[in-house]
């Protein structure tokens, strides 16, 4: 669906605009953050060995190597999702925060099962990652549902700001009616649009490489990535990729000529 | 035996019962004095103007607001003051910790202090209007519903399930998957893309409110259309569904 990507090109946008920021793999069993960041050799402890007290979280943070600002936490692959406890992840969670991080990202699993439910249930803000087709928008809506009602800020009669990013767009197959629009997708989910990323060969190219796509600044994909993450930050930045494009002469010439 | 009566959610693993968290509207009274005589006939003037309304309403005694010492409050009396009018006092909140003794003594549950998830500090006595019996044109209900009204302003997700013993509005959309219950009336003002429920408790007065009539099902007091039906009648429109003769009628609105 996207999640993962999403994580590595939005906490390497975040890093790359200058804010300390840390990505922590949910995914425990499965991991896949470190592949698509490209420290998968570089992996000596994991999350769950910094919950258990194994190593500190210093041991186990691994530095990026493009941008300076960021700093990964990988998944245990020899774990399972039980692994993670409440008291556990909010102590990490507070060590980052007293380590001066700005932003802590979270990389949720897939599902609705105890993974998912340890990456959200600290979360002041989520991005809910959602394909434009109606079985992965019910079970965005689920998932929103779930960060509204058992999430910390829940519990305390607060809400936690949501974001909706729809990944896999490809305006042509929408303009057909293939697939769900982002405004049907905006209608059903009732919440705010933080961006639209085009279908683009570039995010496999990229996640094979290990480079998040956001890197590839040439790409649909990545521009669109680099926009969301500036409308994350509270800039005012137009949607765009959501039109099929016109492939006549005379408007690519026009559109160069603009 | 297993209760069939609503279309119910999955069944429980024990077969005797299933444990839920539940969140309930009750009201809250407020103390501001412990002279009971005081109390007494403002709470009795209050009550007689709207009986129905307070007529076995859990209440939850609250003694945060108290300005003198709350131990000097009588707690028996003021149990049996509350049972006189007919309210059912279910729990104290923010008592001493000798009165959450004096309440358990009592079979009173004692609430711990402070604010309350979601709560408003606006008084919840209803106008007298509030009385469900007014409007002429329809016949009296058998159960006639009471209750608090609940307002909600945010989506209702898929997988979500709200229940309120009297009306309910929304002020958004229903998500497909969602199931919203109401003693009373349903409102929705936005998409109905889920399951509604009004009249729970077989109020066929009852009815169902929408902006757009998209639902997967659609019941008043256990009369119920489904979605082949509810497709081929006024769907995406602005809609009410009521019942006639044990029948449910979706009509557009206006």
């Not at chain 1, 949720?108 to 105890?114: D, F, R, T, V, Y």
């Not at chain 1, 669109?224 to 492939?247: I, M, Q, S, T, W």
């Not at chain 2, 159960?143 to 309120?164: A, F, K, L, N």
């Not at chain 2, 497909?176 to 009336?185: F, H, K, Q, V």
Request: aromatic share 6%; proline share 4%.
């Amino acid at each position: 669906m996207g999640k993962t990507t999403t994580s590595s090109s939005i906490s390497s946008g975040l890093a790359l605009r200058g804010h300390k920021t840390a990505v922590i793999d949910f995914d425990i069993g499965l991991r896949n953050l470190d592949l698509i960041m490209n420290v998968e050799r570089r992996v000596v402890y994991d999350f769950v060995n910094v919950i258990n007290g194994e190593s500190t979280l210093k041991q186990a943070l691994i530095k990026d190597k493009r941008t300076e600002n960021l700093f990964i936490l990988p998944a245990s692959q020899t774990r399972d999702k039980d692994a993670l406890t409440v008291e556990g992840v909010e102590r990490v969670l507070k060590e980052l925060a007293e380590l001066g991080f700005e932003y802590i990202i979270c990389d949720s699993p897939a599902g609705i099962e105890h993974g998912a439910f340890m990456a959200l249930y600290f979360a002041d803000e989520a991005v809910v990652v959602a394909n434009p087709e109606v079985s992965s928008v019910r079970d965005s809506d689920r998932i929103l549902g779930i960060l509204q009602s058992k999430s910390r800020k829940a519990e305390l009669g607060e809400r936690v700001i949501e974001h909706l990013l729809i990944t896999r767009y490809n305006p042509e197959r929408a303009a057909k009616g293939e697939m769900l629009g982002v405004k049907d997708v905006e209608e059903i989910l009732a919440t705010k649009l933080l961006g639209v990323i085009p279908e683009c060969e570039t995010v496999l190219k990229a996640s094979n490489q290990g480079t998040p796509v956001i890197y590839d600044a040439e790409s649909k994909a990545g521009k669109a990535y680099g926009d969301a993450v500036d409308r994350l930050l509270g800039k005012e930045v137009e949607h765009r990729f959501l039109d099929p494009e016109h492939r006549g002469l005379f408007s690519r010439l026009f559109r160069r000529g603009v | 035996m297993r209760s069939t009566s609503a279309p119910n959610t999955s069944a429980a693993r024990p077969e005797s019962f299933q444990l839920k968290g539940g969140l309930f509207p009750m009201t809250l009274l407020e103390l501001k004095t412990v002279d009971l005589s005081v109390l007494a006939a403002e709470l009795r003037a209050r009550v007689t103007e709207s009986p129905a309304f307070f007529q076995h309403t859990p209440v939850v005694l609250g003694f945060e607001q108290l300005k003198e010492d709350p131990d000097a409050l009588n707690l028996i009396q003021l149990r049996d003051l509350c049972q006189q009018l007919g309210l059912i006092p279910t729990a104290i909140k923010g008592g001493s910790s000798e009165q959450e003794q004096q309440a358990y003594a009592l079979g009173l549950a004692a609430l711990p202090k402070g604010k309350a998830k979601g709560a408003t500090t606006v008084e919840t006595a209803p106008p007298p209007t509030r009385e469900r019996r007014t409007s002429a044109t329809q016949p009296e209900a058998a159960t006639p519903t009471t209750g608090t009204t609940q307002v909600i302003d945010t989506p209702i997700r898929s997988g979500q399930q709200i229940y309120v013993p009297g009306d309910l509005i929304i002020l958004s959309s229903v998500s497909a998957g969602a199931e919203i219950l109401a003693d009373g009336n349903i409102h929705v003002y936005g998409a109905l893309r889920g399951r509604a429920l009004a009249g729970l408790q077989g109020d066929e007065t009852a009815r169902v409110f929408c902006q757009s009539q998209e639902a997967e099902l659609i019941a008043i007091a256990g009369h119920y259309l489904v979605d082949e039906d509810l497709r081929s009648q006024h769907w995406k429109a602005a809609t009410q569904a009521y019942c006639v003769g044990g029948k449910l009628i979706i009509a557009p609105l206006s």
